[in-house]
């Protein structure tokens, strides 16, 4: 859970409203929001990454902003599970077994079962796992 939201930059505001736009992109976000000319793609991602999970604020807005995008379409985890319920029903009365895994797996996903993870090595020779944002690694940056 985030931080109280404190007031956020211009530059801030206009990442975490990227976020969202860009259904969870973060390095596009980032690359939108602040001038990341000159720095390495690993480098946008981790940065970005911070900026949305560990800044006061910018999480806390990001995630005020998805309810409210979700609230205008009507959209909630339980209509999403219903709905990947329905594709796997179909997958398997169609003989699609490939189909109703990726549905399983899209709700184990959204019922957060499964976890993506990184090992970043920074390059002072620091390792740790970083847990990352699905929409990060599906979206196209």
């Known amino acids: 859970m985030h ?9 801030q505001e206009r990442f975490a409203r990227s976020c969202v736009e860009t259904l969870g992109a973060l390095s596009r976000s980032y690359r939108d929001a602040y001038d990341a000319e000159g720095m390495s793609d690993e480098a946008v991602k981790s940065e970005a990454w911070k900026l949305a999970h560990l800044h006061a604020g910018v999480g806390a807005r990001i995630e005020q902003l998805q309810e409210k995008a979700a609230r205008r379409h009507d959209v909630t985890m339980d209509s999403i599970s219903d709905e990947l319920d329905e594709n796997r029903t179909v997958a398997l009365e169609e003989r699609a077994a490939a189909a109703a895994v990726q549905a399983t797996m899209g709700k184990a996903k959204l019922h957060g079962l499964l976890i993506d993870k990184k090992e970043v090595t920074t390059p002072q020779g620091i390792s740790f796992n970083m847990i990352l944002p699905d929409a990060e690694e599906t979206a196209a940056d």
């Open 3 to 11: 931080e109280p939201m404190s007031k956020l930059t211009p530059k």
